[in-house]
T-cell receptor, first 114, second 113 residues
Framework: AQSVTQLDSQVPVFEEAPVELRCNYS??????LFWYVQYPNQGLQLLLK??????LVESINGFEAEFNKSQTSFHLRKPSVHISDTAEYFC????????????FGAGTTVTVRA | DAEITQSPRHKITETGRQVTLACHQT?????MFWYRQDLGHGLRLIHY???????NKGEVSDGYSVSRSNTEDLPLTLESAASSQTSVYFC????????????FGPGTRLTVT
């Protein structure tokens, strides 16, 4: 079984400032890792995912995450945030097997202020 | 465009009543999932299905049931609603691979009084 810990429940940040959301996972097998975003009153949308290969993965809207196997982490970063990045962000993990279930962290609420 | 829909979007019911939440996807995905979202807990898996007539219990399945009679639908039934089941419920679907993303519905906000 896998589990995820998101180390920050709320992150306030000013517009155009950088942000980092921390995610650590636990698993006895190799994993796939995901970041999902939930805008207010909406369902979750995939932001980016790590499957294999390069440990740095990027999204189309400027977010990036780095897979660190030795530290079992998958932190999410953005160098300059916008008001529209205000949302809840979830880190999720699944084992590389025939098990397609995702285990989610508790979420990090990012509030971007002008 | 393919999509995943949930109905109703909002529901208020009384303790002890049976409630069914609908989930319909047009992605033709084999995998479907039901989660509940509660503050401080993120999303927790209730039930899931990997194909027609296949259903499995997740980590918080007590008091809930599902059935899968076709590819498109996975209704979630609360047999006898309890106040502890007040939550936001999300349905999701994915293709057959573990690396495939899950596509989420808009959610159903359920209040049990």
């Amino acid at each position: 079984a896998q589990s995820v810990t998101q180390l920050d429940s709320q992150v306030p940040v000013f517009e155009e400032a950088p942000v980092e959301l921390r995610c650590n996972y636990s698993s006895s097998v190799s994993v796939y890792l995901f970041w999902y975003v939930q805008y207010p009153n909406q369902g979750l949308q995939l932001l980016l995912k790590y499957l294999s290969g390069s440990t740095l993965v990027e999204s189309i809207n400027g977010f990036e995450a780095e897979f660190n196997k030795s530290q079992t982490s998958f932190h999410l970063r953005k160098p300059s945030v916008h008001i529209s990045d205000t949302a809840e962000y979830f880190c999720a993990v699944t084992g590389r097997s025939n098990d397609y279930k995702l285990s989610f962290g508790a979420g990090t609420t990012v509030t971007v202020r002008a | 465009d393919a999509e995943i829909t949930q109905s109703p979007r909002h529901k208020i019911t009384e303790t002890g009543r049976q409630v069914t939440l609908a989930c319909h996807q047009t992605w033709n995905h084999n995998n479907m999932f039901w989660y509940r979202q509660d503050l401080g807990h993120g999303l927790r898996l209730i039930h899931y299905s990997y194909g027609v007539h296949d259903t499995n219990k997740g980590e918080v399945s007590d008091g809930y049931s599902v059935s899968r009679s076709n590819t498109e639908d996975l209704p979630l039934t609360l047999e006898s609603a309890a106040s502890s089941q007040t939550s936001v419920y999300f349905c999701a679907s994915s293709d057959s691979g573990g690396s495939d993303e899950q596509y989420f519905g808009p959610g159903t906000r359920l209040t049990v009084t």
